[in-house]
C-alpha cells in the first residue's frame, strides 16, 4: 500500500550535512512507490514557538502555519531526521514539531539519528522517542542511526563505503516497519 509519508528535518545550519540523509530517504521511499515529502523547518520558517497552531482563532495563524497543519494532518506517517546539539536535540526541528499536536496523534513515526561522529546521534534518537511518545505518535521499534554522516553519504545523498552499505541494509527493515503500522493504524 502506497504510504503518504513526511520526512522531517531541522538543522538550519549552514553547510548543514542532515539534509543528505532527508534526501536519501525521500528517494529510498520513492523507489518503494511511496510519495514522500520534505518537511524543512528552515524553510518553513516558523516564528520562534509563541501561540501553538490551535492557540490562533480560527482563521487567524501564519498562512505557513496553516499550511503545514493541513499537510501533517493528511500524511500516513511520519520519519524525523534527527541530528544531535551537546547530546540533545536540534532546536530547529523542536521548535516546528511544539507547533503541533493533534495533527501528529495516533500516526506512526520513525526516527533516523545521525552525526558527524561514530555515535550517530542515539541521544537525540532517545530524546526523541520520549518527546513523540508523549506527543501521541506510535514510534516504531527499528531505528537508522548513521555515523559519520559526511562520509556515509555524499552530497546527492548517495551511500558510500562500509557505513553506506550498512545504511542500505537497514533502510529496508525500517522502510517495511515503517509500513506494517501505517497500515495498522488505517485499520484501527
Ligand atoms: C552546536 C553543536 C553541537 C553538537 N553536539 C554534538 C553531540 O552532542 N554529539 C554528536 O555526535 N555530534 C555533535 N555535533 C556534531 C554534529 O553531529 C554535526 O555537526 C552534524 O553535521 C550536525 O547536523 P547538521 O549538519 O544537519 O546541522 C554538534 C554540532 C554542533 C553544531
Same mark, same amino acid.
Given at each position: 500500500?502506497?504510504?503518504?509519508?513526511?520526512v522531517l528535518?531541522?538543522?538550519?545550519?549552514?553547510g548543514?550535512?542532515?539534509?543528505?540523509?532527508?534526501?536519501?530517504?525521500?528517494?529510498?521511499f520513492?523507489?518503494?512507490?511511496?510519495?514522500?515529502?520534505?518537511?524543512?523547518?528552515?524553510?518553513?520558517g516558523l516564528?520562534?514557538?509563541?501561540? @501553538?497552531? #490551535?492557540d490562533?482563532?480560527? !482563521?487567524?495563524?501564519?498562512? %505557513?502555519m496553516?499550511?503545514?497543519?493541513?499537510r501533517?494532518? *493528511? =500524511?500516513?506517517?511520519?520519519?524525523?531526521?534527527?541530528?544531535e546539539?551537546?547530546?540533545?536535540v536540534?532546536?530547529?526541528?523542536?521548535n516546528?514539531?511544539?507547533?503541533?499536536?493533534?495533527?501528529?496523534?495516533?500516526?506512526?513515526?520513525?526516527?533516523?539519528s545521525?552525526?558527524?561522529?561514530?555515535?550517530?546521534?542515539?541521544n537525540?534518537h532517545?530524546a526523541?522517542?520520549?518527546?513523540?511518545?508523549?506527543?501521541?505518535?506510535?514510534?516504531?521499534?527499528e @531505528?537508522? #542511526?548513521?555515523?559519520?554522516i !559526511?562520509d556515509?553519504?555524499? %552530497?546527492?545523498?548517495?551511500?558510500?563505503?562500509?557505513?553506506? *552499505? =550498512?545504511?542500505?541494509?537497514?533502510?529496508?527493515g525500517?522502510?517495511?516497519?515503517?509500513?506494517h503500522?501505517?497500515?495498522?493504524g488505517?485499520?484501527?
Amino acid at each position: 500500500m502506497p504510504l503518504d509519508i513526511l520526512v522531517l528535518y531541522g538543522s538550519y545550519r549552514r553547510g548543514r550535512l542532515g539534509i543528505r540523509l532527508a534526501d536519501y530517504l525521500m528517494k529510498g521511499f520513492g523507489s518503494l512507490g511511496h510519495k514522500a515529502e520534505l518537511v524543512d523547518a528552515m524553510a518553513v520558517g516558523l516564528p520562534m514557538l509563541d501561540l @501553538r497552531y #490551535s492557540d490562533y482563532p480560527a !482563521g487567524e495563524a501564519p498562512a %505557513a502555519m496553516t499550511a503545514l497543519a493541513e499537510r501533517l494532518s *493528511a =500524511a500516513d506517517a511520519f520519519v524525523f531526521v534527527t541530528g544531535e546539539y551537546n547530546r540533545g536535540v536540534q532546536p530547529g526541528l523542536k521548535n516546528l514539531v511544539d507547533h503541533y499536536l493533534k495533527e501528529f496523534d495516533r500516526r506512526p513515526a520513525g526516527i533516523v539519528s545521525y552525526s558527524m561522529g561514530r555515535y550517530a546521534g542515539v541521544n537525540s534518537h532517545a530524546a526523541w522517542t520520549v518527546t513523540l511518545s508523549a506527543m501521541g505518535m506510535a514510534v516504531i521499534p527499528e @531505528r537508522l #542511526s548513521v555515523g559519520q554522516i !559526511g562520509d556515509t553519504l555524499d %552530497a546527492e545523498g548517495r551511500p558510500h563505503g562500509d557505513g553506506g *552499505a =550498512a545504511l542500505e541494509r537497514g533502510f529496508a527493515g525500517f522502510a517495511r516497519s515503517l509500513a506494517h503500522w501505517a497500515a495498522a493504524g488505517k485499520r484501527s
